[in-house]
């Protein structure tokens, strides 16, 4: 069974940086797709970033490319969401998931391609 345990949330300025790391149990990690989502409360899980098995290969939400970097390290089953100039409204839970069948950019956004979530891990911004 593959676990995720995701870790690195906390409270930050609006502007300030946060780096989450996303460590997986098991074989699996290195030859899926792992992603980030996020859901804020009393809204919809929406997608943040994905990277493909080997990190060459990366998708991000229209709205958050250029602040956001994911990233992963295969040797240690840990991926990262590198988050900066942030926001207020980047306030949300932020899941790791991974899944072998998310390997084109649309699928690789779908929350649906994902076998194996994490238990999320709080960002607050404040203003």
């Known amino acids: 069974q593959v676990q995720l345990v995701e870790s690195g949330g906390g409270l930050v300025q609006a502007g300030g940086s946060m780096r989450l790391s996303c460590t997986a149990s098991?074989?699996?990690?290195?030859?899926?797709?792992v992603a980030w989502f996020r859901q804020a409360p009393g809204k919809e899980r929406e997608f943040v970033a994905a990277?493909?098995?080997?990190?060459?290969?990366?998708v991000y939400a229209n709205s958050l490319k250029g602040r956001f970097t994911i990233s992963r390290d295969n040797a240690k089953n840990t991926a990262y969401l590198e988050m900066n100039s942030l926001k207020p409204e980047d306030t949300s839970i932020y899941y790791c998931?991974?899944?072998?069948?998310?390997?084109?950019?649309?699928?690789?956004?779908?929350?649906?391609?994902?076998?194996?979530w994490g238990q999320g891990t709080q960002v607050t911004v404040s203003s």
């Open positions: 098991g074989r699996t990690f290195s030859s899926s797709t």
């Open positions: 990277a493909i098995w080997s990190g060459r290969s990366t």
């Open positions: 998931a991974i899944g072998s069948g998310a390997r084109s950019i649309t699928t690789m956004q779908n929350m649906n391609e994902y076998n194996y």
